[in-house]
């Protein structure tokens, strides 16, 4: 009989626990991805400038194969201390890789740059890292303007002013036993496309903020050499699949969910980004199931694709900047 694909909820793929916390006030979050049983991992990273940590853990060269968690957060490269909260909480549960004298958490972690939205000294630390793994134990992750995407914003080209409010976004299918899912803060330098569609839905505002600009258009007004260009931006994203598969595979799978990313967003993979996805296959042994490596990888675009609309339609209108659900309602009035 023909297996028929289902959307499932994120949450419900085995072997991991997702959580998030935010400073609301500050503008900032972050969003963490537990998989205490271990998960192999792989990394592809396109965008010219990341914010990252322990990111050779993914290099199949590397020893470790497997890590124990995955932080998205906003910050910048500030944000990278919450980490060290979530090494913290994992070491106190004893989850890590056994050294003898303790057990050391293998946590990596990307970041994207919110310092402009709400208050730029406040950004996700230690103490931030480690309540989110508490909430991951009350699996409290949402769609929205939380964790990672509480200060996520999209089309910025023009600077701030005429950006739209993003978020972070999920979505997940199972194809019998096969599940795979993504979950991405969206923070793009530029405009969100509906990719079945080709109909743009969020990005860089026009002067009177009533209707949109085309990024590309304008960047193609001008072929001058632009030094410094804006650079608060940054999509990072995670494909979790119960796929039984090793590093060199969830790498390859990684690079296959930026074509989620290209669907969605225009421009992408900017020097003024820091577009990186990273790819893991969690679950205990018993629980992983067999499957063809291009089949997860082309799921893996799609459910990133799907993932980035969740996180642009999902958000809130928030530090004077519209969501798309509120620019909507105001262009049907």
Known sequence: MKERKREIDIKAIHGIKIGQTENVAAGTGCTVILAENGMAAGLDVRGGG???????????????????????????????????????YLEEK?????????KVPLVCQADLFDLTVGDMSVRPDKVMGYEACVNAEKGNYRDGCYGAGCGATVGKFAGMDYCMKSGIGSYAVQIGGLQVGAVVAVNALGDIYDWKRGQKIAGLLAEDKCSFRDTVEIMCASTNVV?????????????ITNADLKKPALCKIAGMAQDGYARTIRPVHTSADGDSIYAVSAGNIAEKVKADQDLVGTLAAEVMSEAILRAVTSAESAYGFISCKEFYAKQSE
């Open 50 to 88: 990341p914010a990252s940590r322990e990111s050779e853990l993914m290099n199949p060269l590397a020893a470790a194969q497997e890590i124990h968690g995955i932080v998205l957060a906003g910050g910048s490269a500030f944000g990278l201390d919450a980490a060290g909260g979530v090494m913290q």
């Open 94 to 102: 004893g989850v890590g890789f056994d050294v003898g004298v303790t």
């Open 227 to 239: 030094d410094n260009k804006f650079t608060g931006n940054t999509t990072i994203g995670v494909v």
